[in-house]
Structures are given as structure tokens and as C-alpha cells.
């Protein structure tokens, strides 16, 4: 099947910074990106549809000048999360579908000091 | 995108076939039927999916009844590296929509 990266695979950082996290469709262009979002114990969540060349949508209560998502090839869609606080603590996985199935990346797990 | 009722929790033997039973009833005739997997602390993994017939590969074999209003996702020989949490997931077939992800079936192979 198609294959989708992420990088970083783990991340930590002091509260107030910003991560910036990649994904990366390896083997298709993908001008649609999904980002998800999964706390301990939870399912997925979408926070948000990344869109080549134009601006995402967000999913209702996911703060867009919090997370910013930029999609500015067709295989690469990067999400930043701005001043993280750990409450942003998570794991972030994205994904994309080239075809009838959508594949997930490995996932990034965030921790916020 | 259809509703979907998963058991929340199911235990398999070692060596035993897992039969993962999904409720879609309320499933479209234009909606597929997807089950993914998700092992600890990975992103989701595609199993297998189908719209109308039966489907088989080398992981499992989706059984979809002939009124689509349920299925069973079946794993032959459960191993122990199957325990996780099994999605099954109803979608169109519009490539711009994302998948939604319900609770799952976390199923737990034991030795």
C-alpha cells in the first residue's frame, strides 16, 4: 500500500514553544492531507483537512492560529503547533488517500513540559 | 458517513480465527465498509475493505451480509502481534472525505 512519514516520531518541548511536524506521502501526491489528534485511552480525532496550495479546513473547536497547517507541495503537509502548553500533549498522526484507502502515518507523540 | 457499533472489547486465542463483528445499519448503497487496525502507540494500519461481496487478502477476510447492514472482519490464525484495536469505518466513495474513527473493538490475543 501507499506509504505516508512523519517526522518527528516523538517530540519534547518546554511550554510556549512552537513544533512544527511533517508528513510526507512517499510514493503518491496527495493534494488532500488529514491531521488527527488521539489522547491516552481515546480514538482519533480530525483536527483538520490539509489542502495543496490553498488554506485548511478546520474541524469545529480546533483553533487554526494554534495549529498551523501549510500544504505547500504535493507531498508534504506540515502542521506547527504555536505556543504548546501541555495540554497540547498528544499524539498527532496524519494521513492521506490517494485512492479509495486512506493511509496514516506512524504518528508524532508530543509531550509539553 | 453511516453509523457504525463495534463490541468495545473481545478476547482470541493464540492460533484461534478473531471474528470481528461491525453493525452498519443504516449504510448507503454508494458506502464502503473499512477496517483498519491501530497496535499500541502506531498509526492506523489498512486492513481490508469492501463495498457489496466478500473480500479475502493476505491478512484477513471481510464477510459483509447481503443486506450490507452488518459485517465480520475475520482473522484466520490470530497471533499475539494482532493484539489491538480494530476500527471499522463506513465511507463514501469521495476521495476528499476523511475517514471518522469510533471507539473500535480492542481485541487481545492470548497465549
Known amino acids: 500500500g501507499a506509504v505516508v512519514s512523519q517526522h518527528p516520531s516523538w517530540v519534547i518541548c518546554k511550554s510556549g514553544t512552537s513544533v512544527k511536524i511533517e508528513c510526507r506521502s512517499l510514493d503518491f501526491q496527495a493534494t488532500t492531507m488529514f491531521w488527527y489528534r488521539q489522547f491516552p485511552k481515546q480514538s482519533l480525532m480530525l483536527m483538520a483537512t490539509s489542502n495543496e496550495g490553498s488554506k485548511a479546513t478546520y474541524e469545529q473547536g480546533v483553533e487554526k492560529d494554534k495549529f498551523l497547517i501549510n500544504h505547500a507541495s504535493l507531498t508534504l503537509s506540515t502542521l506547527t503547533v504555536t505556543s504548546a502548553h501541555p495540554e497540547d500533549s498528544s499524539f498527532y498522526i496524519c494521513s492521506a488517500r490517494p485512492g479509495e484507502t486512506q493511509y496514516f502515518g506512524p504518528g508524532t507523540r508530543l509531550l509539553v513540559l | 458517513d453511516a453509523k457504525t457499533t463495534q463490541p468495545p472489547s473481545m478476547d482470541c486465542a493464540e492460533g484461534r480465527a478473531a471474528n470481528l463483528p461491525c453493525n452498519h445499519s443504516t449504510i448507503s448503497g454508494n458506502e464502503y465498509v473499512y477496517w483498519y487496525r491501530q497496535i499500541h502507540s502506531q498509526g492506523p494500519q489498512y486492513i481490508i475493505h469492501g463495498l457489496k461481496n466478500n473480500e479475502t487478502n493476505e491478512m484477513a477476510s471481510l464477510i459483509i451480509t447481503e443486506d450490507r447492514k452488518s459485517s465480520t472482519l475475520i482473522l484466520p490464525h490470530a497471533t499475539l502481534r494482532d493484539t489491538a484495536v480494530y476500527y471499522c469505518?463506513?465511507?463514501?466513495?469521495?476521495?476528499?472525505?476523511?475517514?471518522?474513527f469510533g471507539p473500535g473493538t480492542r481485541l487481545s490475543v492470548l497465549p
Open positions: 469505518i463506513v465511507i463514501s466513495g469521495n476521495y476528499g472525505q476523511n475517514f471518522v
